[in-house]
């Protein structure tokens, strides 16, 4: 179990905290609204990085498992070795998901949309709001390819 099971709890506690105090609320809530969206995306780019590290992990021990193998292969796993540290997050995502298209798909759209919100200053798209859901499914991920 990664850390993202504890920051989706954070998530979910200081969220329904918010949710309570604009229940309270008798006039204008748009500045806890603002909060809202703050939270949100915070919380998406502090999965996203939790993420990234354990997918920096992951793809450097499947380079390792590569390069000792005894085959003709494992020269490409030491030119591979040789340059990781520069290996961008989505080319690791590659080396991890390249059985599963459907989910290395999906990740590729979700970092666009955490690029758009830590470099752009955009908000989340809409279909990416549930951000507790979200990271539910980090954590599901990070468990099937440490197992």
């Known amino acids: 179990m990664s850390k993202l099971n504890e920051t989706k709890r954070a998530y979910d506690k200081i969220k329904r905290l918010l949710d309570d105090e604009i229940r309270k609320r008798t006039g204008d809530s748009r500045e806890l609204a603002r909060f809202q969206e703050t ?46 540290k520069e290996y961008p997050v989505r080319k690791r995502l590659d080396l991890i998901f390249h059985t599963k298209p459907l989910i290395r798909k999906e990740l590729d759209k979700d970092y666009t949309v955490r690029n758009e919100a830590a470099h752009n200053y955009k908000h989340l798209p809409a279909d990416a709001k ?10 599901a ?5 440490e197992s």
Do not use: H, M, P
């Open 141 to 145: 991920l990070v468990d099937d390819f």
């Open 39 to 84: 939270l949100d995306i915070a919380f998406y780019l502090l999965g996203w990085s939790q993420f990234e590290y354990l997918v920096r992990n992951e793809s450097k021990e499947i380079v390792e498992v590569g390069r000792n193998t005894n085959t003709i292969d494992q020269y490409a796993w030491k030119y591979l070795a040789d340059g990781i």
């Open 130 to 139: 549930d951000v507790s859901a979200w990271l539910q499914k980090l954590e």
